[in-house]
């Protein structure tokens, strides 16, 4: 046979045909998807024997009860107990992920020591006894004021910190002003005998009224916030919402007000306005009242129709709210700024505290309540930093418990002396402890026992402890124990308790008022606390996890009250600046404080936005030539920064958004990409930086 | 499905063999569905951050981009189109809607790595047999499939809080909501332990819906009548979205604003417009 050259293409050609009839190239493809396996690379999962811990969250004040799925003893699930009386068993995405905060990228292992002064100025470990020696010779010589900086007063360490700077003579306790409790320590003020804790009593009122607070974004106690508005087609209960941007809050509300930016103020003097002249205050309210005529001069100082052009609002509105609030059966109004915004000013929270009093809800059902009548706390004499002298301090302590709001650096560092040294606690790598001197930290969240009391917003007190889930790191250093190495190193004598032994103290003065109830986390019940057979039993309680929460106190107490508003002395101007505020979400103003796995919610979807991205109004972003996704420059008196532009129709024109948020993983604060946009805010006389002027182009 | 139960040998002496009767019983096949109430849901995103920690979704890298993250859970912010102060917004929590009919990620998968479980009508995914080729993201009309593009990663100690039932997925595999397969399994082990073939409706409950703070979803049997999810999806502001498809997806949305229930036939992507001018 003769092989010719059509030969051999006809059976390379056939070869070709048939081998994609024969199960080879499926097989192939098919045996790729193993071939290409590297399940290698893929980490193993824990093995070992699986167990249930209960305990409590201490990311933010709230102090949700927490149930722990631990293999071998190690938490690799958290949820709420469900039932409990507080919370009503919700965990926010921030708890649920708690966690994972003790293996946090950002976490300081070691006492560290700055190398000078720079957020990205390298490290060096350093012993704890060396560190405390070279903080004890500073507290010496030291000619300034020695601050402790307590975003959280009212603690057991808090005592501890006060005791100590109460012995020195140069000791400044000082506090951020409230945020969620504004309202409550504003009408505090107010009150003639300041011995009485007040709180919200949301769950029998009909009407809110909200100057900003976001309180269906985790303000306060979330699960309580979310069984309140969860019930309210049966409660009846209404909000509105008095808020320049469309919220999380502003959205869900029955009326929302979007008022002009910063003008609170005068929206709830219009409100006073209302109520004054149309006779809707209540008889005994104005009795209660010393200085009324004050309030009456700064209420009736703007007619109607300038208080609708500063405000934006319709005066016709302004007057359906104010007659809504006097018609309620029970109504409450509060204030709370937006986490990354900082606080309103003095003057604008007297107004809005002005008006519980005049509606007459202080002290009434559904209203502004007691909750509890105590003799004077040491912690009240706590300073709030705004009020402390500019360049006054020189050896600054900062606490490493996190308010869960934002907090401006700037803020911070007016208050220093040039020569200053700043020792942080943190357990991590935060914004403000990237400035410190040293870092020496504390145990991370679930690390160490720490009492959770009850919630400032809360109207019936409470109590369970935080235990342990994880075993606490040698490298770290409560702060009981490291003021109790300072106090030694510097000669002084202070009786510092531990924590286990002021639990043990708190649960037998609940014992001995045998009031209220103690729920179980285990099995879900309640028992009278008449019903423990001693302290002890009741103390053993609360650390295998429990509640105790006390009746609500029902006390109705005759107030007086000073209010001492002044009247308004500039009508804002109108100017077609931009305008930057600042957002957030509570607890997630920072890479540091949420886990890594929050990237879910930021980095991986558009639910939140990450720092360094702001959201405008695409109007606002035609008149700036600006499109989605754009990289712009932000400019304001105080510096300028790239950020990531997102269009919004929900945003005011004019305005600009910007995310106080986590960085992207795995960010350094070295990185370019690290931006703070709390750095170009201005801060104001009153320490709050909620509106700054600003401009914004394209680059 | 039918499985052989027990020889019936009744009268078989007589008749012989041929006469053997082979009864098999149908065993009861439930339609696990879910149901979130829209006006509910404030985004507060809980569902997708417990849904990441149960089904061991590591967190992203710094590269990580709203394109290239996993989230099998995933809350949609959708506005109304309005502007200030007109404007309103829905969160829409997406991921799979487990489709019943002519699955489309099912029908194109080359590996049979998606398959439907006839017991419970969840779709699952099979890591080990997929191949990477992403027809299935392609074809999925919610966009709920997502991509390994890299070897998950978390920091060390993380390691040692994975969840143990639940296998974390190597680079170059598709993955997506299974209804937390995981929990499926361990309340079937707990039924038979304790003797029973059906679960505890109470022992199968997926991530997302036991946390949500705002028990806006409802999860469970569609097959079965007395069930809650059955009884809340007869409402008339019950809607599934893109249901003009007709692949029956077993994930329903209930929101009493028109728009929203108008906007849940539209495509979730953004038109070039909507990316440009938002």
Known sequence: ?699 | MHNLRSWNVENNTSKGLENLIMETISEKKSQYGMMIDLDRCNGCGACAVACAVENNVPPAYQQTNTRTGITWMRVFEIPNDEQFPQSDSVFVPMFCQQCENETPCVTVCPQNAVEIDPLTGIVGQIPQRCLGCRYCMAACPYHARYFNWRDPKWTDGMKLQLNPDVAPRMRGVVEKCNFCHGRLHTARQKAAANGSEKIDPNDYVPACVESCPNKAIIFGDLEDGSSEISQAIKSKNTFRFLSRLGTEPKVYFNSGRAWVREMAEQALTRTKKEEIYG
């Open chain 1, 1 to 699: 046979m003769n092989i010719t050259r059509r030969n051999i293409l006809k059976l390379i050609g056939g070869s070709a045909v048939g081998f994609f009839l024969t199960p080879l190239p499926y097989k192939v493809l098919d045996d790729s998807s193993i071939w290409t396996q590297n399940w290698s690379l893929t980490p193993p999962l824990p093995q070992g024997p699986v167990s249930i811990k209960y305990s409590n969250c201490t990311l933010c004040a709230a102090g949700c009860g927490v149930k722990a799925k631990c293999v071998n003893g190690i938490p690799c699930q958290l949820i709420g107990i469900p039932r409990h009386p507080i919370d009503n068993g919700a965990l926010c995405a921030r708890g649920l992920a708690g966690h994972h905060l003790v293996n946090h990228p950002l976490r300081v292992a070691l006492p560290q020591k700055f190398l000078h002064k720079s957020p990205d100025s390298a490290m060096e470990p350093i012993s704890f006894q060396t560190a405390v020696n070279e903080i004890a010779s500073q507290i010496q010589k030291s000619n300034g004021a020695i601050a402790v900086f307590d975003q959280q007063p009212g603690r057991i360490t808090s005592e501890i910190y006060f005791e100590f700077l109460n012995q020195l003579s140069n000791g400044i306790y000082a506090t951020h002003p409230s945020r969620e409790d504004a309202t409550l320590s504003t009408l505090h003020e107010m009150i003639d005998k300041n011995n009485a804790k007040l709180g919200y009593d949301f769950e029998n009122t009909q009407l809110i009224v909200s100057f900003g607070a976001p309180l269906l974004d985790d303000w306060g106690i979330p699960g309580r916030m979310r069984k309140i508005f969860g019930k309210r087609k049966e409660s009846g209960l209404k909000l509105i919402q008095i808020e320049s941007c469309q919220s999380r809050t502003a959205l869900q509300s029955d009326v929302w007000l979007p008022i002009k930016p910063d003008t609170e103020y005068f929206a709830a003097l219009a409100i006073a306005n209302v109520l004054i002249k149309e006779n809707l205050v209540l008889l005994a309210a104005l009795r209660q009242i010393t200085d009324f005529e004050k309030l009456k001069h700064a209420a009736l100082q703007f007619t109607p129709a300038q208080y609708s052009e500063i405000t934006g609002i319709d005066f016709s509105i302004i007057r359906q709210t104010a007659n809504k609030l006097a018609q309620s059966k029970s109504a409450i109004v509060l204030s709370g700024p937006n986490p990354g915004a900082g606080p309103f000013n003095n003057e604008t929270e007297k107004a809005i505290a002005s008006l519980n009093i005049l509606i007459g809800s202080i002290g009434t059902d559904g209203g502004i309540v007691i909750r509890d009548l105590q003799k004077e706390n040491k912690n009240h004499i706590a300073r709030n930093w705004n009020a402390i002298q500019d360049h006054s301090i020189e050896v600054l302590f900062i606490d490493s418990v996190d308010s869960g709001y934002a907090l401006p650096w700037n803020l911070i560092e007016r208050k220093l002396q040039p020569q200053h040294t700043i020792i942080s606690l943190s357990p991590y790598l935060n914004e403000i402890a990237a400035h410190a001197d040293y870092i020496l930290p504390s145990p991370a969240p679930y690390e160490s026992l720490v009492e959770v009391p009850a919630h400032v917003t809360s109207n019936v007190n409470s109590f369970s402890v935080a235990v342990p889930l994880f075993a606490k790191p040698e490298t770290v250093i409560e702060p009981e124990n490291l003021f109790k190495l300072i106090t030694q190193s510097v000669g002084m004598q202070l009786e510092i308790p531990t924590t286990e032994e002021a639990v043990k103290q708190k649960a037998e003065k609940i014992f001995s008022t045998k009031r209220g109830s103690v729920f179980s986390y285990s099995d879900g019940t309640t028992k009278p606390v008449s019903e423990f057979l001693s302290a002890d039993d009741l103390c053993k309680k609360l650390f295998e996890g429990a509640a105790w929460s006390d009746k609500p106190n029902n006390s109705h107490h005759p107030f007086r009250f000073t209010l001492n508003i002044a009247a308004p002395k500039n009508v804002p101007k109108t100017t077609n600046s931009l305008v930057l505020i600042p957002q957030g979400w509570k607890v997630a103003v920072s890479s540091s404080s949420i886990s890594p796995i929050l990237s879910k919610l930021f980095q991986e979807s558009e639910l939140r936005e990450n720092a360094g991205t702001i959201s405008i109004n695409p109007e606002t972003a035609t008149r700036y030539r600006l499109r989605s996704n754009d990289t712009a420059l932000l400019e304001t008196e105080e510096g300028k920064m790239n950020v990531r532009v997102k269009l919004n129709t929900s945003i005011q024109p004019g305005v600009i958004l910007a995310s106080v948020g986590p960085a992207l993983n795995e960010t350094n604060f070295s990185d370019a990409t690290y931006n703070d946009v709390l750095s170009l805010c201005t801060i104001s006389d009153h320490g709050t930086w909620r509106i700054t002027q600003a401009k914004v182009s394209k680059i």
